[in-house]
């Protein structure tokens, strides 16, 4: 779908140059002297490059038709994980180093959303907050305000955060996945 420079907008993916980019900055423009363009930077989906470019606001540019699904998580092995559409039964396997981070969130039989591009996965959507354990931390330091002081954790499946002071060794929290942040103690 063909959309207009001035209506790029960040997250969105475009087919430029031969390839599918995530947009990850937009900027738009209006110089004293010429016509006004959108400054874009680009990350390329495929090979992980980046790019900037400038468009003109006349120019228009290809938005990537995306295809989302939920599937079920099944198991992981050495290079990849494996999800199950659950009407069809029909199984995908997606490479570790496309899902990235978010596979240390994935727990057996989580639904989850992955996007396809061209009838190839290209990404996952985790559920927006994830349940975890801390496995350990510091401890707080007393006459540290509450509001200001967080401390480092390391969560059972190994990823390091950032947590409140009270939080100990055992809590069972919830991380938002799209940031990896603290939300709440259970």
Request: with cysteine; hydrophobic share 35%.
């Amino acid at each position: 779908m063909k959309i207009n420079a001035g209506e790029i907008r960040v997250g969105m993916l475009l087919e430029f140059k031969n390839d599918l980019w995530q947009v990850l900055k937009t900027q738009h423009v209006k110089p004293g002297k010429g016509g006004a363009f959108a400054q874009v930077e680009m990350k390329s989906v495929v090979k992980n490059t980046k790019l900037n470019e400038r468009f003109r606001s006349s120019e228009t540019v290809e938005k990537a038709s995306i295809e989302e699904k939920k599937f079920n998580y099944l198991y992981e092995d050495e290079i990849n994980y494996f999800f199950m559409d659950p009407k069809t039964f029909d199984q995908v396997e997606i490479k570790k180093e496309i899902v990235g981070k978010k596979g240390k969130f994935l727990k057996e039989n989580q639904d989850i959303m992955v996007s396809f591009y061209n009838e190839s996965p290209i990404s996952i959507e985790l559920p927006k907050q994830v349940k975890c354990k801390i496995n350990t931390t510091d401890a707080a330091l007393k006459g540290q305000t509450v509001s200001s002081s967080y401390k480092p954790a390391i969560l059972d499946n190994g990823i390091k955060i950032q947590v409140p002071p009270f939080i100990e060794e055992g809590d069972e929290i919830i991380i938002d996945s799209r940031t990896f942040e603290y939300v709440k103690k259970i």
